[in-house]
């Protein structure tokens, strides 16, 4: 019976597979993610998915039956890729820098299992922000729900309320985008529907 690993220690991640049904364990790979000069953004996060399912898979034996599932998920905006703000002056940076236009979320999925095989899909979601007052900005801030979230706002939560569109998958810009997650663990034998 293969078992998932949701290589990540995201809850964000966890409730979304949950969403689907799935049952899995949760392993937190510890990588290095400094981007490289010159690095585009779809270049390193490709590489930080692949390089945490690498690290996950080298913990397991040979003979072990598991899929695991590896993501990463990064906002970009005019091409400078926004992450985890360092503080509540860096938050409030990102946010007025999103106000009033659009940015995308990049999420890189790679999944594999110990018969070395992998699979990689890179989705992109384009989000539209209204624009923002210094005022609704700095009550964010204060919130602190933004402070462990890639470009300082979280679409599932109070941040909802500065997104006046969104082009793609909505899962993406959460941290995983489903159904693409969901139809490469098809082709490694995981199924959300046919084995319920």
Same mark, same amino acid.
């Given at each position: 019976m293969l078992s998932l690993v949701l290589g990540s220690g995201s809850p964000r991640r966890a409730e979304l597979l949950t969403q689907v049904g799935l049952q899995f364990q949760i392993e937190? #790979?510890?990588?290095?993610?400094?981007?490289? #000069?010159?690095?585009?953004p779809i270049s390193y996060v490709e590489?930080?998915?692949?390089?945490?399912?690498a690290a996950i898979l080298e913990k397991h034996g040979a003979n072990e039956q598991i899929v695991?599932?590896?993501?990463?998920?990064?906002?970009?905006?005019?091409?400078?890729?926004?992450?985890? #703000?360092?503080?509540?002056?860096?938050?409030?940076?990102?946010?007025?820098?999103l106000s009033g236009g659009s940015h995308r979320v990049l999420t890189s999925v790679s999944v594999g299992d110990m018969s070395g095989l992998t699979k990689s899909s890179c989705i992109e979601t384009v989000v539209e922000f209204r624009t923002l007052t210094e005022a609704e900005i700095g009550a964010y801030c204060l919130l602190g729900e933004g402070r462990d979230k890639a470009g300082s706002y979280a679409i599932q939560g109070l941040g909802a309320i500065f997104v006046s569109a969104i082009h793609g998958s909505y899962s993406n810009v959460v941290g995983l985008p489903l159904m693409e997650s969901v139809s490469i663990l098809n082709e490694f034998g995981i199924n959300t529907l046919i084995d319920k």
């Open positions: 937190s #790979p510890a990588i290095d993610e400094t981007i490289q #000069p010159q690095e585009n590489r930080m998915s692949t390089t945490k399912l695991v599932l590896c993501a990463d998920t990064i906002v970009v905006h005019n091409d400078v890729i926004l992450g985890k #703000p360092a503080s509540d002056t860096e938050s409030v940076e990102m946010l007025k820098a």
